[in-house]
């Protein structure tokens, strides 16, 4: 991955911060965003080809904030990873508006504003984007609804975009099954009690008896991002133990 200049959104944590981490490590140069500074610096403190900026994917002006900081940093860029998340766990009845537009607000229209502010970019490089998704966006999940059809949406997205954006730009998405990270008591706001009863739950759903730990599944995204795969296009790869079959 050397020569290669890669933003990953929700790089602070978890998935992302795995992600970031591995790109680093194959040579890639790595932008990580998040809301806060005190865990991006922990991260881009791990590696030196890590710089942290921080950006709130709520904010739609962050779009283009994160593209010109990659552009000054590097002047190119070869991969967009749309990895941060919001999360909702809730009973219809009791999903409010503000709840589903927030949700809607950075699964889908942040995903889609700093796809577009990357666009022309990554034509230039002839790059690409990985968006991650989930399970449940394509394995309904009772409170999960929203959440789950934020993913679908991005399912939808991701396919659209690779016929939109081809031959120039490749997109794909990671799906995770249940992945131990700071999810469940940060974006589905459970408390650890909760968040330890969901994952006992959850690990006699996954037919290979193990949640997922973040190099699963940023394995995959950096697959998807090598140049060396380049023949793959309009993905959403299950990486999730069996779950969502
Ligand atoms: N873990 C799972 O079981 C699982 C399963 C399926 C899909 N996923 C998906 O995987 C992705 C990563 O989640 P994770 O499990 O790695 O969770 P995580 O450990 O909580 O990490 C989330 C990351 O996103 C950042 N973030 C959250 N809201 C943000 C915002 N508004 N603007 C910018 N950054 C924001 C967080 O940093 P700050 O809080 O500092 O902003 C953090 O770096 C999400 O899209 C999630 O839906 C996770």
Redesign the pocket.
């Known amino acids: 991955m050397k020569n290669q200049n890669v933003i990953v959104?929700?790089?602070?944590?978890?998935?992302?911060?795995a992600t970031a981490l591995e790109f680093a490590q194959k040579g890639a140069n790595v932008l990580i965003?998040?809301?806060?500074l005190s865990?991006l610096e922990e991260v881009a403190n791990q590696h030196e080809n890590i710089v942290a900026l921080v950006?709130?994917?709520?904010d739609p002006a962050s779009a283009n904030l994160i593209v010109e900081k990659a552009l000054t940093l590097w002047g190119k860029i070869d991969v967009l990873v749309n990895?941060?998340?919001?999360?909702l766990v809730s009973p219809l009845e009791a999903a409010t508006e503000k709840q589903i537009n927030d949700l809607f607000a950075?699964?889908v229209t942040a995903s889609s504003l700093l796809a577009t502010a990357a666009i022309p970019h990554l034509r230039a490089s002839k790059g690409s984007i990985v968006n991650?998704?989930?399970?449940?966006g394509h394995k309904p999940s009772p409170h999960l609804s929203h959440y789950g059809a934020s993913?679908a949406a991005l399912e939808y997205l991701t396919r659209a975009w690779s016929l939109e954006l081809a031959p120039d730009i490749r997109v794909n998405a990671v799906s995770?099954?249940?992945?131990d990270?700071?999810?469940l008591t940060?974006?589905m706001g459970l408390s650890e009690e909760q968040a330890q009863a969901v994952q006992e739950q959850e690990k006699d759903m996954i037919p290979l008896k193990r949640r997922?730990v973040?190099e699963d599944i940023s394995r995959w995204i950096v697959m998807l991002a090598d140049p060396e795969t380049a023949w793959v296009t309009g993905q959403v790869i299950d990486v999730d133990g069996g779950f969502a079959i």
């Open positions: 959104t929700g790089g602070s944590s978890g998935i992302g911060r965003t998040g809301r806060r865990s950006a709130d994917s709520a990895n941060a998340g919001a999360g950075i699964n991650v998704t989930s399970a449940i993913k995770p099954g249940p992945t990270s700071g999810a940060g974006m997922g973040p």
